[in-house]
């Protein structure tokens, strides 16, 4: 924070041309900074809680209306005790609890402004410095602190989740030495990829861990050129950027051409993310590690017009929920609600449920609680699928949800019943003759890992690290560059749905 005593965070800006930014290679110098024109900023000088006139806290373990688990599977509860929330010494502090029970607590901030959004022709960056909590290793299982966006529509819409965009500007799991940028928009499945969104695969902290110090995370938004631009940065330095045309114009309109975005600080415990990467929390993991906020900051630079500067509180009651493109809309009323949700089908990759219901009547399908399509007719295909993965499904209609059906791949049908026909048949087809294998390391450098494994040479492979894909490959060998030594990289390969397990390398 900029307060007292303690030292400026110098960030290097990228260079300006006479219309508006231009682009860098991440390391570049800069030859002149851009005149902002700061909109927010909370330095956290008070005590106590958060400041009611700039912040929000949500409680309990969803939205109202919202999927359960705020459509995440995390496990704690959000509170508003100063035990897992407060201001003080000039910064903010987020601290997650367990209590004698092994129930989980922790906090939620989120900004009242909802309106953060460049000007046309401008550039927005949100910044923040912030350190992660400082537990690493078995102690950290389940630790899952961010520093994000979300869009407004979300306010009066609780299911209008990911068209409507979200930036993790900060995101970080099981006390590991990466920050992730992440874009989520679209539909699940869709052009963004989701539910893993359009992300950089984790980019380290250097000279210190994510964990043992502060860093600056920060995120532009940039509107200057032909085509918008998101840049992610840690301390300065670019690790991560998505052009608009990366996806199709409708996606990007309805991540961009709402209000805005409001800005979340929190530390979740347990789900999604934390389970692709070794689960947890166990009787391991060391409650009572705060992540730290110093400061954070919005500013503007350019623009044909300037955004408003005048807070935007949401209402207390939030306004009937507007449709929004990617989100599910009023099912047509039907005489039978949908019951006896089951599995129908599975393939490597993909699982199909069938229930009952009239047979042109609209339904909702979700997921963990998360609306991811509306299909005409009773029954649904979920593809892009992992092994060894439990996933729960319901089906809504005319105001009646089925009880959750858990199922993983490979789950034999539920019903003696045939699966519901459209006519056409899927072909499931057998998993590759020779599936990749028997992962191993064949060399390393001072900064990269080079990995081979079994499968055939003329395949296509997508290589993990730390469960997120970062790349595809044709042939059995790939080299990750960049690394850092004493620095534990966990790697994995996928083709056709098959997974091989996972291994642990260093440099050296």
């Given at each position: 924070m900029y307060a007292g005593a303690k030292p400026l965070v110098v960030i290097v800006?990228?260079?300006?041309?006479?219309?508006?930014?231009?682009?860098?290679?991440s390391g570049s110098v800069a030859a002149a900074a851009p005149t902002w024109q700061t909109t927010f900023r909370d330095d956290f000088s008070g005590s106590g809680l958060p400041n009611t006139d700039d912040w929000q806290l949500?409680?309990?373990?969803?939205?109202?209306?919202?999927?359960?688990?705020?459509?995440?599977?995390?496990?704690?509860?959000m509170t508003n005790s100063p035990d897992n929330v407060n201001v003080r010494n000039g910064n903010l502090y987020i601290t997650p609890q367990r209590d004698a029970g092994g129930a989980w607590t922790s906090a939620r901030v989120e900004s009242?402004?909802?309106?953060?959004?460049?000007?046309?022709?401008?550039?927005?960056?949100?910044?923040?410095r912030v350190q992660m909590p400082n537990v690493t290793g078995p102690d950290a299982f389940g630790y899952w602190p961010a520093f994000w966006m979300l869009g407004s529509p979300y306010?009066?819409?609780?299911?209008?989740?990911?068209?409507?965009?979200?930036?993790?500007?900060?995101e970080n799991v099981q006390g590991l030495n990466w920050s992730y940028g992440v874009v989520h928009c679209g539909t699940w499945g869709g052009p963004c990829n989701e539910p893993e969104g359009l992300n950089n695969g984790g980019a380290p902290c250097q000279v210190t861990t994510c964990q043992a110090g502060f860093h600056t995370y920060s995120?532009?938004?940039?509107?200057?050129?032909?085509?918008?631009?998101?840049r992610w940065y840690i301390d300065g330095n670019l690790t991560h950027k998505v052009d608009q045309n990366q996806v199709p114009a409708q996606t990007w309109s309805s991540l961009a051409d709402h209000a805005g975005y409001f800005v979340i600080f929190n530390v979740a415990i347990g789900g999604a993310f934390p389970n692709k990467l070794g689960g947890g929390p166990s009787a391991a993991t060391k409650p009572g590690v705060p992540m730290v906020v110093d400061y954070v900051e919005v500013k503007y630079a350019g623009g044909q017009g300037t955004p408003t500067t005048s807070?935007?509180?949401p209402p207390s009651t939030p306004p009937p929920p507007t449709p929004v493109t990617g989100t599910p809309v009023t099912s047509t009323p039907v005489t039978s609600t949908p019951s006896n949700l089951r599995v129908t089908g599975s393939t490597s990759g993909s699982l199909t449920i069938g229930w009952d219901g009239p047979a042109t009547a609209?339904?909702?399908?979700?997921?963990?609680?998360?609306?991811?399509?509306?299909?005409?007719?009773?029954v649904f295909t979920d593809i892009g699928l992992l092994p060894n993965t439990p996933y729960l499904y319901s089906v809504s209609a005319g105001?009646?949800?089925?009880?959750?059906?858990?199922?993983?791949?490979?789950?034999?049908?539920?019903?003696?019943?045939?699966?519901?026909?459209?006519?056409?048949?899927?072909?499931?087809g057998p998993p590759p003759a020779a599936p990749p294998a028997n992962l191993r390391v064949t060399a390393t450098t001072s900064s990269t890992i080079s990995l081979a494994w079994d499968g055939p040479p003329t395949a296509d492979y997508e290589v993990l690290r730390s469960g997120i894909r970062i790349a595809t490959v044709t042939g059995a060998a790939f080299t990750d560059v960049g690394l850092f030594a004493n620095t534990p990289y966990l790697y994995s390969i996928r083709a056709n749905g098959v997974t091989t397990a996972q291994i642990t390398a260093t440099i050296g």
């Open positions: 800006a990228l260079a300006i041309t006479a219309l508006g930014l231009g682009v860098l290679a949500t409680l309990g373990t969803s939205y109202p209306g919202g999927p359960a688990a705020f459509g995440t599977g995390e496990i704690e509860t009242n402004r909802a309106n953060f959004k460049p000007a046309a022709g401008g550039v927005m960056q949100v910044e923040s306010r009066a819409d609780r299911w209008s989740w990911p068209a409507i965009g979200e930036f993790d500007i900060m995120m532009e938004w940039d509107r200057t050129g032909p085509a918008d631009q998101l807070p935007s509180t609209r339904y909702d399908v979700l997921r963990s609680g998360q609306w991811i399509a509306q299909v005409t007719g009773t105001g009646v949800t089925t009880p959750v059906l858990t199922a993983t791949l490979g789950s034999a049908p539920t019903t003696a019943s045939p699966p519901p026909s459209n006519g056409t048949s899927t072909p499931t």
